[in-house]
C-alpha cells in the first residue's frame, strides 16, 4: 500500500487547510486511514481517523471542533480539513493506514505510512 499526502502550507493563525491523502495498491483490506502529525522536538502523536467501510471518526482532543476527516470511497482518498488553525497546529503531517481492527491508534500500530507534508500556522 501506498500513500501520497498533500496539501500542507503555509496559514495564518485562524485560517484553513485541506490535507489529502491518496492510497493505492493493496487498498481492498484498508480498516482505517487517518492522520498523526509531529511538531519539532515532540512525539509523532494522533490527530483523526477514519473507519473506511462505515464511516465512522476519531478525534485527538485537541482538534475536536476544528478538524473534520472524511473520506472518497471511489478514490480512496482520505482528507482532513483543518479550521481555526493556531500555532501549535504547526507540525508534519502524516497519513498512515492500518489493516485489521485496533482499539486505538497509536504509532506503532499503523501499518503504512505516507511521507509527512509540512503545516506551518503563523500567529
Known amino acids: 500500500v501506498q500513500l501520497q499526502a498533500s496539501g500542507g502550507g503555509l496559514v495564518q493563525a485562524g485560517g484553513s487547510l485541506r490535507l489529502s491523502c491518496a492510497a493505492s495498491?493493496?487498498?481492498?483490506?484498508?480498516?482505517?486511514m487517518g492522520w498523526f502529525r509531529q511538531a519539532p522536538g515532540k512525539e509523532r502523536e494522533f490527530v483523526a481517523a477514519?473507519?473506511?467501510?462505515?464511516?465512522?471518526?476519531y478525534y485527538a482532543e485537541s482538534v475536536k471542533g476544528r478538524f473534520t476527516i472524511s473520506r472518497d470511497n471511489a478514490k480512496i482518498t482520505v482528507y482532513l480539513q483543518m479550521n481555526s488553525l493556531k500555532p501549535e497546529d504547526t507540525a508534519v503531517y502524516y497519513c498512515?493506514?492500518?489493516?485489521?481492527?485496533?482499539?486505538?491508534?497509536?504509532?506503532?500500530?499503523?501499518?503504512?505510512w505516507g511521507k509527512g507534508t509540512q503545516v506551518t500556522v503563523s500567529s
Open positions: 498512515a493506514a492500518v489493516h485489521r481492527e485496533v482499539a486505538g491508534f497509536t504509532v506503532d500500530g499503523m501499518d503504512y
Open positions: 495498491g493493496r487498498t481492498s483490506r484498508t480498516y482505517y
Open positions: 477514519i473507519r473506511w467501510s462505515r464511516g465512522t471518526t
